[in-house]
Protein backbone atom coordinates (compact mmCIF):
# COMPACT_ATOMS: atom_id res chain seq x y z
CA UNK A 1 0.00 0.00 0.00
CA UNK A 2 1.02 3.52 -0.81
CA UNK A 3 2.24 5.33 2.34
CA UNK A 4 4.28 8.58 3.43
CA UNK A 5 6.27 9.79 6.27
CA UNK A 6 6.76 12.72 7.30
CA UNK A 7 10.44 13.03 9.11
CA UNK A 8 10.23 16.06 11.20
CA UNK A 9 6.64 17.29 13.01
CA UNK A 10 8.32 20.42 13.53
CA UNK A 11 10.92 22.66 11.74
CA UNK A 12 11.96 26.17 12.86
CA UNK A 13 14.27 28.51 10.79
CA UNK A 14 15.46 32.03 10.85
CA UNK A 15 13.96 34.52 8.27
CA UNK A 16 16.79 34.07 4.75
CA UNK A 17 17.61 30.36 5.58
CA UNK A 18 16.88 27.61 3.56
CA UNK A 19 14.41 25.47 4.54
CA UNK A 20 14.29 21.75 4.17
CA UNK A 21 11.11 19.18 4.93
CA UNK A 22 11.75 15.81 4.64
CA UNK A 23 9.11 13.31 3.13
CA UNK A 24 10.03 9.55 2.19
CA UNK A 25 7.34 7.58 0.52
CA UNK A 26 6.40 3.78 0.10
CA UNK A 27 4.65 2.66 -2.66
CA UNK A 28 4.99 -0.82 -5.12
CA UNK A 29 5.01 1.82 -8.15
CA UNK A 30 5.82 4.96 -9.43
CA UNK A 31 4.00 7.38 -7.53
CA UNK A 32 2.42 10.31 -7.99
CA UNK A 33 3.71 12.86 -5.13
CA UNK A 34 2.48 16.33 -3.38
CA UNK A 35 3.10 18.94 -1.37
CA UNK A 36 0.48 20.77 0.04
CA UNK A 37 0.25 23.80 2.43
CA UNK A 38 -2.10 25.01 5.22
CA UNK A 39 -1.94 28.36 6.50
CA UNK A 40 -3.04 29.25 9.88
CA UNK A 41 -7.09 29.14 9.87
CA UNK A 42 -7.01 28.32 6.35
CA UNK A 43 -8.12 25.06 3.98
CA UNK A 44 -5.32 23.07 2.13
CA UNK A 45 -3.24 24.70 -1.14
CA UNK A 46 -1.69 22.36 -3.60
CA UNK A 47 2.22 24.00 -3.49
CA UNK A 48 3.83 21.18 -6.25
CA UNK A 49 2.85 17.98 -7.45
CA UNK A 50 5.31 14.60 -9.17
CA UNK A 51 3.47 12.60 -11.77
CA UNK A 52 6.79 10.97 -13.17
CA UNK A 53 8.01 13.64 -15.64
CA UNK A 54 11.31 15.89 -14.19
CA UNK A 55 12.37 14.87 -11.02
CA UNK A 56 12.71 18.49 -9.88
CA UNK A 57 9.79 20.15 -9.27
CA UNK A 58 8.99 23.66 -9.03
CA UNK A 59 6.36 24.96 -7.08
CA UNK A 60 4.80 28.57 -6.02
CA UNK A 61 6.33 30.84 -3.51
CA UNK A 62 9.53 29.62 -4.50
CA UNK A 63 9.36 25.78 -3.59
CA UNK A 64 10.71 23.08 -5.38
CA UNK A 65 10.83 19.35 -4.68
CA UNK A 66 13.10 16.27 -5.85
CA UNK A 67 11.81 12.72 -6.68
CA UNK A 68 14.77 10.50 -5.25
CA UNK A 69 13.85 6.68 -6.37
CA UNK A 70 17.10 5.41 -5.13
CA UNK A 71 16.08 7.25 -1.77
CA UNK A 72 12.37 6.60 -1.54
CA UNK A 73 12.25 10.07 -0.57
CA UNK A 74 10.69 13.78 -2.15
CA UNK A 75 11.56 16.43 0.21
CA UNK A 76 10.52 19.80 0.04
CA UNK A 77 13.25 22.85 -0.30
CA UNK A 78 13.19 26.62 0.00
CA UNK A 79 16.26 28.32 -0.69
CA UNK A 80 15.55 31.62 1.45
CA UNK A 81 12.40 31.57 4.14
CA UNK A 82 10.03 34.24 4.57
CA UNK A 83 7.35 35.29 7.54
CA UNK A 84 4.85 34.07 5.44
CA UNK A 85 6.02 30.68 4.80
CA UNK A 86 4.94 29.62 8.32
CA UNK A 87 2.21 26.94 8.28
CA UNK A 88 2.00 23.34 7.65
CA UNK A 89 3.40 21.28 5.23
CA UNK A 90 2.07 18.18 4.11
CA UNK A 91 3.73 15.36 2.20
CA UNK A 92 0.82 13.21 -0.39
CA UNK A 93 0.60 10.41 -2.15
CA UNK A 94 -2.40 9.04 -4.79
CA UNK A 95 -3.67 5.55 -3.14
CA UNK A 96 -3.05 2.90 -5.91
CA UNK A 97 -6.38 2.77 -7.39
CA UNK A 98 -5.95 6.55 -7.92
CA UNK A 99 -9.55 7.69 -6.19
CA UNK A 100 -7.88 9.22 -3.17
CA UNK A 101 -5.33 10.93 -1.59
CA UNK A 102 -2.88 10.25 0.89
CA UNK A 103 -2.07 12.64 3.32
CA UNK A 104 1.58 12.36 5.56
CA UNK A 105 1.35 13.79 9.20
CA UNK A 106 2.48 17.06 8.60
CA UNK A 107 5.50 19.32 9.27
CA UNK A 108 5.35 22.43 11.19
CA UNK A 109 7.34 25.45 9.71
CA UNK A 110 7.97 27.92 11.95
CA UNK A 111 10.24 30.96 10.59
CA UNK A 112 11.60 33.35 12.91
CA UNK A 113 12.92 36.92 12.43
CA UNK B 1 -16.75 34.77 -2.91
CA UNK B 2 -14.93 31.36 -1.86
CA UNK B 3 -15.16 28.47 -4.10
CA UNK B 4 -15.47 25.82 -1.71
CA UNK B 5 -18.09 27.07 1.45
CA UNK B 6 -18.23 25.27 4.52
CA UNK B 7 -21.30 25.62 7.14
CA UNK B 8 -21.09 26.30 9.60
CA UNK B 9 -17.14 26.91 10.57
CA UNK B 10 -17.65 26.51 14.30
CA UNK B 11 -20.00 23.73 16.51
CA UNK B 12 -20.76 22.33 19.58
CA UNK B 13 -22.95 19.46 19.96
CA UNK B 14 -23.52 17.18 23.01
CA UNK B 15 -22.95 13.53 22.51
CA UNK B 16 -25.65 11.65 21.13
CA UNK B 17 -27.18 14.70 18.87
CA UNK B 18 -26.85 14.35 15.55
CA UNK B 19 -25.07 16.80 13.45
CA UNK B 20 -24.66 18.22 9.66
CA UNK B 21 -22.15 20.00 8.29
CA UNK B 22 -22.89 21.31 4.54
CA UNK B 23 -20.39 22.18 1.78
CA UNK B 24 -21.24 23.96 -1.41
CA UNK B 25 -18.60 24.73 -4.05
CA UNK B 26 -19.05 26.80 -7.70
CA UNK B 27 -16.08 25.47 -9.55
CA UNK B 28 -18.11 23.19 -11.18
CA UNK B 29 -16.54 19.91 -10.62
CA UNK B 30 -17.86 16.90 -10.50
CA UNK B 31 -15.66 15.34 -7.41
CA UNK B 32 -16.17 16.07 -3.77
CA UNK B 33 -14.12 14.79 -0.69
CA UNK B 34 -14.80 15.35 2.93
CA UNK B 35 -11.38 14.61 5.39
CA UNK B 36 -11.05 14.75 8.97
CA UNK B 37 -7.76 16.22 10.43
CA UNK B 38 -6.78 15.36 13.95
CA UNK B 39 -3.76 17.22 15.28
CA UNK B 40 -0.42 15.09 14.16
CA UNK B 41 -2.39 12.70 12.55
CA UNK B 42 -2.53 14.88 9.20
CA UNK B 43 -5.64 14.30 6.94
CA UNK B 44 -7.59 11.14 6.84
CA UNK B 45 -10.63 10.68 3.96
CA UNK B 46 -14.18 10.04 5.33
CA UNK B 47 -15.95 10.01 1.96
CA UNK B 48 -15.30 10.83 -1.29
CA UNK B 49 -18.16 11.21 -4.30
CA UNK B 50 -16.91 11.40 -8.13
CA UNK B 51 -20.51 12.31 -9.37
CA UNK B 52 -24.42 12.60 -7.66
CA UNK B 53 -24.62 8.79 -7.98
CA UNK B 54 -21.37 7.61 -6.59
CA UNK B 55 -20.49 7.34 -3.07
CA UNK B 56 -17.53 5.78 -1.68
CA UNK B 57 -16.20 5.12 1.77
CA UNK B 58 -13.05 6.40 2.89
CA UNK B 59 -10.50 5.57 4.88
CA UNK B 60 -12.80 6.16 8.74
CA UNK B 61 -16.31 6.11 7.48
CA UNK B 62 -17.59 4.38 10.81
CA UNK B 63 -19.58 6.47 12.21
CA UNK B 64 -20.82 9.03 9.52
CA UNK B 65 -22.88 9.02 6.35
CA UNK B 66 -22.79 11.49 3.35
CA UNK B 67 -25.43 13.17 0.88
CA UNK B 68 -24.61 14.50 -2.23
CA UNK B 69 -27.90 16.34 -2.92
CA UNK B 70 -26.63 18.20 -6.17
CA UNK B 71 -22.92 18.49 -7.81
CA UNK B 72 -22.86 21.32 -6.07
CA UNK B 73 -23.49 20.23 -2.61
CA UNK B 74 -22.26 17.53 -0.51
CA UNK B 75 -23.00 17.29 3.12
CA UNK B 76 -22.04 15.02 6.19
CA UNK B 77 -23.95 13.48 9.18
CA UNK B 78 -22.40 12.43 11.84
CA UNK B 79 -26.09 10.20 13.16
CA UNK B 80 -24.98 10.05 16.99
CA UNK B 81 -22.09 12.34 17.84
CA UNK B 82 -19.45 11.02 20.31
CA UNK B 83 -16.59 13.30 21.71
CA UNK B 84 -13.79 11.03 19.55
CA UNK B 85 -15.26 12.79 16.36
CA UNK B 86 -13.98 16.32 17.59
CA UNK B 87 -11.73 17.71 14.99
CA UNK B 88 -11.61 19.79 12.20
CA UNK B 89 -13.56 19.00 9.30
CA UNK B 90 -12.71 19.80 5.42
CA UNK B 91 -14.34 19.38 1.99
CA UNK B 92 -12.58 19.15 -0.87
CA UNK B 93 -13.60 19.43 -4.93
CA UNK B 94 -11.40 18.37 -7.74
CA UNK B 95 -12.11 17.81 -11.47
CA UNK B 96 -11.46 14.76 -13.90
CA UNK B 97 -8.60 13.73 -11.41
CA UNK B 98 -7.75 13.37 -7.29
CA UNK B 99 -4.46 15.13 -7.59
CA UNK B 100 -5.41 18.67 -7.34
CA UNK B 101 -7.81 19.23 -4.79
CA UNK B 102 -9.43 22.71 -3.83
CA UNK B 103 -10.44 23.15 0.41
CA UNK B 104 -12.86 25.05 1.83
CA UNK B 105 -11.76 26.59 4.93
CA UNK B 106 -12.36 23.55 7.67
CA UNK B 107 -15.18 22.92 10.33
CA UNK B 108 -14.36 22.84 13.50
CA UNK B 109 -16.81 20.40 15.82
CA UNK B 110 -16.69 19.99 19.25
CA UNK B 111 -18.57 17.11 21.03
CA UNK B 112 -18.82 17.76 24.72
Known amino acids: AQSVTQLDSHVSVSEGTPVLLRCNYSSSYSPSLFWYVQHPNKGLQLLLKYTSAATLVKGINGFEAEFKKSETSFHLTKPSAHMSDAAEYFCVVINQAGTALIFGKGTTLSVSS | DADVTQTPRNRITKTGKRIMLECSQTKGHDRMYWYRQDPGLGLRLIYYSFDVKDINKGEISDGYSVSRQAQAKFSLSLESAIPNQTALYFC???????????FGPGTRLLVL
Open chain 2, 92 to 102: ATSSGGVETQY
